[in-house]
């Protein structure tokens, strides 16, 4: 683990941002909880308020959840509704209501269910990228524009919009350069202290401040790859895991795959490369946010060509030995699409390809470790080949 003062700084940040979220609450600002990379940043930003991301990466509340909820459901769903029923996500009781999508079936009627906890306003997702749809998704934008201001009494301005699009752009500018930085051969940061401070850093009430940490943070790392500094070899297997949200707590994969004696130097899910595309700055900026939105390559899209490109094109930059699909047990959107990703990429690029089905518990930890083990005797056979 990296023990610098700023990476310090920025793996506490989830603990020490609930005091000033508190303080920002009781001086009168709202907050607004979120959950999913669809949900448009900007215009919460642009309302005066505080976007919050709410807790759903732990085992630890899903048994309160599977009071209510089917056993057989995604564990995302689980641990979300499982920290809001118990009260034990402060971000969530925070909140002055929650921003929600219909990306997938099991998170719709979730939703429902939390509707009985908090004030919730759900989006309807458009799940095809096409012209038609971005209309559609435009005419959403601006429903909770409007929800926005009701339910604040503010006006959200263009100009107010467009400052928003600008700082996000900033940050999403910040966090590719943090995340590039494992580029380097070997990457100067493991990828489970990668995950800790994109996990973290989204949990910041101060969107400038976070900005400045992790561009501190990412010149340490440039500053150690420039010096060979690394918890790695220039042999060590490079792997990109691909597929659904990871977070602390529900990292056990990324912890597996490195301590079998691989690096894991990119994760392209939506807490982490899929995060960075930006906006444009000029014309309409709530279609421009529409636009930038209804691009993201999840597999509620369908068709979801652009998942195929971005793994594709992601692979070559960070030079990748082999690539890891994660998919939730439940995740049936995920899960069908592993095969096409399967065979795109070894059409396109030869790379020896895992996926792996799973949940948030430890049990099955030691068969998960030897199929692990066992992708990486291929790796390791496919590199000396193409060395």
Request: glycine share 6%; charged share 25%.
């Amino acid at each position: 683990m990296i023990h610098s003062e700023t990476f310090v700084e920025i793996a506490t940040l989830k603990e020490r941002n609930l005091i000033a979220l508190k303080e920002a609450r009781e001086a009168g600002r709202h907050a607004v909880g979120t959950y999913c990379l669809f949900s448009p940043t900007e215009l919460i930003l642009a309302a005066g308020a505080i976007p919050v991301s709410l807790c759903g990466t732990s085992q630890k509340p899903i048994p309160a959840a599977e009071k209510v909820l089917p056993r057989n459901l995604c564990p995302l769903i689980k641990s979300s509704y499982g920290f809001a029923v118990t009260d034990t996500c402060p971000y969530f009781h925070f909140a002055d209501f929650l921003l929600a999508e219909t990306t997938c079936d099991g998170k719709k009627k979730m939703y429902e269910l939390l509707g009985e906890l908090k004030p919730v306003h759900v989006m309807q997702l458009p799940q095809i990228q096409d012209e038609a749809a971005l209309e559609y998704w435009l005419l959403e934008v601006r429903r909770l524009k409007e929800r926005l201001e009701n339910e604040f009494g503010v006006q959200i301005t263009g100009k107010a919009l467009t400052e928003a699009i600008r700082l996000m752009n900033e940050e999403r500018r910040s966090l590719q350069a943090l995340q590039d930085v494992c580029k380097a051969i070997p990457s100067p940061i493991s990828g489970l202290d990668l995950l800790t401070v994109l996990h973290n850093r989204g949990f910041s009430v101060d969107r400038r401040a976070a900005i400045g940490l992790v561009d501190r943070f990412a010149a340490e790392l440039r500053q150690m790859a420039a010096t060979g500094i690394s918890p790695f070899t220039e042999s060590t297997p490079r792997i990109l895991l691909t597929g659904v949200p990871v977070g602390i707590g529900s990292e056990k994969l990324i912890r597996i795959i490195e301590e079998s004696g691989a690096s894991v130097v990119c994760l392209e899910s939506c807490g982490a490369y899929k995060k960075v595309e930006q906006v444009r700055e000029d014309g309409d900026p709530l279609r421009a946010i529409a636009e930038r939105y209804l691009k993201v390559p999840c597999s509620c899209m369908s068709p979801n060509a652009g998942r195929l490109e971005l793994v594709e094109r992601l692979t070559r930059e960070f030079r990748a030995d082999g690539v890891v699909d994660l998919t939730w047990l439940g995740c049936h959107t995920y899960a069908v699409e592993s095969s096409v990703l399967k065979k795109h990429l070894q059409q396109r690029t030869g790379l020896p390809f895992l996926q792996i089905e799973t949940d948030y518990s430890e049990s099955d930890t030691g068969q998960l470790k030897v199929r692990v083990e066992a992708f990486l005797e291929i790796v390791h056979r496919s590199m000396k080949r193409t060395a």
